[in-house]
């Protein structure tokens, strides 16, 4: 299947789709939710510091929160709600990156455990593992060999 267009209906569909966005709304909004969500981190940190847990294992149970209610609010589609008004804001590394693990597994999981959940739960977060991995690995090889 061939699909043919002239210069005028590609360019009328590239306006179309690239209608520009108003940074002066999305920026400032992006910055208070991904502050909100630091907040958070915060609030809870000290909250469990109060609750005399030590400072690494605080530090532990916040990060495992926020993965837990990150993939909560993406099982129960509050997430994508979020981030449609919060934009780049709900991208906060670990509650984004526990959304695009939790995201992909959930659209999957009627394939099966398998060759739904299994195969596809890492379709998104895949390739940052990998390539900070792979940057890690090439990071500690400059250390060890011209650093050290």
């Known amino acids: 299947m061939d699909i043919q267009l002239s210069k005028s209906q590609y360019s ?19 910055f208070f939710f991904g502050g909100l969500i630091c907040l958070l981190g915060q609030s ?13 294992n605080a530090s ?7 993965i837990f209610l990150s993939a909560l609010f993406t099982a129960l589609n509050w997430y ?3 981030a449609k008004h919060a934009g780049a804001g709900t991208l906060v590394p670990i509650t984004g990156f526990a ?21 596809k739960i890492f379709i998104i977060s895949g390739p940052v593992i990998l390539y900070g991995t792979l940057a890690s690995i090439v990071y500690g090889l400059i250390y060890y060999f011209f650093v050290k």
Do not use: H
């Open 99 to 119: 959304n695009s693990v939790a995201a992909p597994a959930l659209e999957f999981k009627t394939e099966g455990f398998v060759l739904g959940l299994g195969a």
């Open 12 to 30: 009328q569909m590239y306006k179309q789709a690239s209608q520009g966005t108003k940074w002066w709304l999305t920026i400032p909004k992006a």
């Open 60 to 66: 532990l149970a916040v990060s495992v929160t926020l």
């Open 44 to 56: 809870l940190l000290d909250m469990y510091l109060s609750f005399g847990l030590e400072r690494k």
């Open 80 to 82: 994508e709600k979020l």
